[in-house]
């Protein structure tokens, strides 16, 4: 029979084509197995080879090898398909470190030389001014150093090109109380003191360091090692700043000490400022002995597919830079961590895949390649105070840090990974990792070096932690040391590529359930 309706008729038609060919299409997306299979050890071997290559010097962040290396991770992210997510549109985050010492300090009260880091100590982060060369014959004891309403230690003094005398922290009552409004500890931090000394016009913050002790030891830990950090932009002035032992406070008091305990006492029995002048003569010299160098990390982006979920992000790290060259002896660095940058180069590519062929991922991905490690963490630590996308939008980091030899414990089985992490602050990457690993790996997982009380303290000792001890939950994945850690003989001819293949395919299965599950994984272990 005719019906009566041929145009419904065609259109159901064409609406029934169109379903089956969606239903093919989706039937013809790979699966994240298909995906995982692109990781091959041919070309982890070829990344590897490359990179632990003479050319590139042993990758020491500040070298032109690590330049050549950074150069190279580029040009491999540009042609995997990645985005360009650093500097002005390219796949390089420049980093400057910096390193600050003193090339001279001396202190003299009442014409009595004080010994640096014993009697007391200057912190060269905390000091605006390369040189300083000043000379007291008064100090101004003036309380806390705070200038808030309704308490001021600053009223009615003058204060401008003198030295000042404070206590460390805030008024409190005996019952330890603050007298201050916001009745916090943390509201005057010794930099918010020296800022508003440096606003005053203060030529020198002297200050009672009531836990000297400890101090003075991290002091000295931190200016014996000399070590570079991130040079952070300096965002306040700060006027030049002693830190005394209490021993060291009262010789610079002399006759003057008892006045001065009266009026600290009666701070604290009135929340009332008090302060007076202190005859004295006092020599500071303090010049510092500054180097900085620069270098880069290598950032490249999959997308996410999914407009409610885009904007959430994992972020996927390796470091790429070794310890250099020694004269002609050569770092080359293949297992640290020519490994781990190669396998983030392998899963980068399964992921662009995915992106390519439409099938995903939902979250977005960032493949983050840092320098800087072997000299503190630095590459990464540069990354969460500067980062590209929000901290509070990355919701995991994944590691991977020497994944390509076979430790002592496991020569009979090389097919296994030390997990660090994974758990300490959610207990769903965890399970994510687990599941994954029973589903398509079967590695054996070592947790040896998750344990809170390893000695090795590994945990501590990668880039994972700089994203950790900013609450995001981190996985770090490690194979162990061996007799050519840190040793010219760590080369790429070592490398067991059949092992690293099956542990990158176990870090993409984790973090393909990571960008593409419904809900992000959630903080929910306090340690």
Same mark, same amino acid.
């Given at each position: 029979m005719r019906t009566r309706f041929p145009h419904l008729v065609g259109f159901a038609l064409l609406l029934l084509a169109g379903l089956a060919a969606h239903a093919q299409m989706r039937e013809l997306l790979p @699966? !994240?197995? %298909?995906? *995982? #299979? @692109?990781i091959t050890t041919a070309e982890l071997e070829r990344y590897l080879y490359m990179l632990a290559s003479p050319e590139m010097e042993g990758r020491e962040t500040g070298t032109e090898g690590q330049r050549k290396a950074a150069t190279y991770l580029a040009e491999v992210m540009a042609n995997i398909g990645l985005t360009p997510v650093g500097d002005s549109g390219t796949y390089? $985050? =420049?980093? /400057?470190?910096?390193?600050? =010492?003193? $090339?001279? &300090?001396?202190?003299? +009260?009442h014409d009595k030389k004080y010994r640096h880091l014993w009697d007391y100590y200057a912190l060269p982060a905390l000091q605006s001014k390369e040189r300083i060369e000043l000379m007291f014959n008064e100090v101004l004891f003036l309380g806390y150093g705070i200038e808030t309403q309704g308490y001021n230690d600053y009223q009615n003094a003058d204060v401008r090109g003198k030295a000042i005398l404070i206590y460390d922290g805030e !008024? &409190? %009552?005996e019952a330890g109380n603050s007298y201050l409004e916001q009745h916090t500890a943390a509201s005057w931090s010794t930099e918010r003191k020296l800022a508003l *000394? *440096?606003?005053?016009?203060? #030529?020198?913050? /002297? +200050? +009672? %360091?009531s836990r000297f002790k400890e101090n003075v030891a991290e002091a000295r830990r931190s200016l014996n090692g000399n070590r570079l950090k991130p040079a952070m932009a300096i965002t306040a002035n700060y006027a030049p700043a002693v830190f005394l032992s209490s021993e060291t406070a009262k010789a610079l008091l002399h006759k003057k000490l008892g006045k001065v305990i009266k009026q600290r006492d009666k701070i604290r029995k009135t929340g009332r400022p008090a302060g007076s002048i202190i005859p004295v003569s006092l020599a500071l010299t303090l010049h510092k002995d500054s180097r900085s160098l620069s270098g880069h990390n290598v950032l490249g982006l999959v997308e996410g597919i999914d407009p409610a979920l885009k904007d959430e992000v994992l972020v996927v790290s390796a470091h790429f830079d070794h310890l250099g060259r020694r004269g002609d002896a050569i770092y080359h660095g293949a297992d640290d961590n020519a490994s781990g940058t190669s396998t983030v180069l392998e899963i980068a590519q399964a992921f662009a895949e995915a992106k390519r062929t =439409? *099938? =995903? !991922?939902?979250?977005s991905v960032l493949f983050l390649?840092?320098?800087g490690e072997e000299k503190g963490l630095l590459g990464s630590q540069y990354y969460v105070n500067f980062p590209v996308f929000p901290l509070e939008h990355t919701i995991a980091n994944i590691n991977v840090d020497m994944v390509g030899r076979v430790d002592s414990k496991h020569s009979q089985n090389p097919n296994y990974i030390y997990v660090i992490g994974a758990d300490r602050l959610s207990t769903e990457l965890h399970q994510i990792n687990e599941t994954a690993n029973a589903i398509y790996t079967q590695l054996e997982l070592d947790y040896t070096y998750n344990a809170h009380n390893d000695p090795n303290r590994f945990y501590y000792r990668s880039d994972h932690y700089n994203f950790a001890e900013r609450g +995001? !939950? #981190?996985?770090?994945?490690?194979?162990g040391t061996h007799e050519d850690y840190h040793r010219t003989t760590d080369t790429a001819d070592k490398i067991n590529y059949q092992k690293m293949a099956l542990i990158a395919r176990l870090i993409f299965h984790t973090a393909w359930e990571l960008t593409n599950r419904d809900k992000r994984i959630e903080v929910d272990v306090k340690e």
């Open positions: @699966t !994240p197995s %298909d995906l *995982a #299979a @692109t390089l $985050q =420049g980093i /400057l470190l910096k390193s600050e =010492g003193w $090339q001279k &300090t001396e202190l003299s +009260i !008024p &409190t %009552d *000394a *440096a606003a005053k016009g203060v #030529a020198l913050v /002297l +200050i +009672i %360091d =439409g *099938a =995903g !991922p939902r979250r390649l840092v320098s +995001i !939950p #981190a996985i770090f994945y490690f194979s």
